[in-house]
């Protein structure tokens, strides 16, 4: 994403925000509002990677303590000529993964056990490819940003309440809706917020699947990657993702399932149309394919890739 549309996203998310507080708390609750988006976009730049990291209890991991999974990355990383991010490793049960970082020199990957457990050698390259990728963009950090701004907006209308804005006897001081302008902002600005991540998601998830395709060399194993991803996440839970919906877009796929208030932040585009894009991209050979075999179809998984204290207490390793 470009310099200009990452700018154009976060002023759009900024102004969702101010708009919020102006509806709970007037004039002072959009300076409020202003004062925490400044905040809030200074944080994710400087932390987002750690918070997100530390939201899904990842591990860091390097060649020493998880060859086989750091070697990958690192191979992607040269393919695609960018700096080695940090890695890490998630523990969940449910396949998935995502990228973090405020830009390529500062990024992170991360899968979940279930992902090292479940996917082969090459659907696991193809994965991290996709990650890759949004490295190479710098969406990762509008990705953070968007997170970050839809969680709070939540405790925005909590802080402006119990400050007392919103029953203010200074009209600059109160809602100019007053309880229904709480209600307004409480309910629609979370839903304006999560539809900008929709209107860049689209484009963003079919530009990685297409480079992460170009950058490992095997479109069929990301597509093959994606069906195995989609079909897990619909039958396995993710607690941490469950219990903050508005990082879901961070992800390769979907994590969540459960409908309600977590299908609102859905945005990832119809995984139907992402695979079939794989596999004419592998028919019409629009990309150079890679040609070297995998060393084995599961690994070679070394103990350390097993740490107990990062995998799910069962699974196939084998």
């Known amino acids: ?44 730049w400087w932390f987002s990677d750690k918070l997100v990291l530390a939201q899904y209890g990842a591990t860091e991991v390097t060649r020493a303590t998880s060859p086989e999974f750091y070697g990958i990355v690192e191979e992607l990383a040269q393919r695609a000529q960018l700096p080695m991010p940090r890695v890490y490793i998630a523990p969940s049960d449910q396949p998935n993964a995502f990228a973090t970082g405020r830009s390529p020199e500062h990024a992170a990957v991360c899968a979940t056990s279930g992902l090292l457990q479940r996917l082969t050698h090459d659907e696991i390259r193809g994965v991290m490819a996709h990650e890759l990728s949004h490295v190479k963009h710098r969406d990762t950090l509008i990705m953070t940003v968007a997170a970050t701004i839809s969680g709070a907006l939540g405790n925005l209308a909590r802080m402006v309440m119990f400050m007392g804005m919103s029953r203010g006897n200074d009209r600059e001081n109160r809602s100019p809706l007053g309880g229904l302008g709480v209600l307004l902002a409480t309910l629609l600005a979370p839903l304006a917020a999560m539809l900008i991540q929709f209107s860049i998601s689209r484009t963003r998830e079919f530009a990685a699947d297409r480079r992460g395709a170009e950058i490992s060399g095997d479109p069929l194993a990301l597509a093959s990657a994606l069906a195995n991803l989609h079909n897990s996440a619909r039958q396995i839970d993710m607690p941490q993702a469950d219990a903050n919906p508005a990082s879901a877009h961070m992800f390769i796929v979907n994590p969540l399932h459960g409908g309600g208030l977590s299908a609102l932040f859905a945005t990832h585009p119809p995984m139907e149309e992402r695979i079939a894009r794989l596999q004419q991209m ?24 097993k740490d107990p204290d990062i995998r799910p207490a069962s699974g196939p390793w084998g």
Do not use: C, H, Y
């Open 1 to 44: 994403m470009g310099f200009f549309k990452t700018a154009l996203f976060l002023a759009a998310l900024t102004a969702i925000f101010m708009s919020a507080g102006w509806l709970m708390g007037g004039n002072s609750g959009m300076l409020m509002a202003l004062v925490l988006a400044v905040g809030m976009n200074a944080g994710a």
């Open 282 to 305: 592998a028919a019409t050979g629009s990309i150079p394919l890679r040609t070297a075999p995998s060393a084995q179809a599961r690994g070679p998984w070394s103990e350390s890739d």
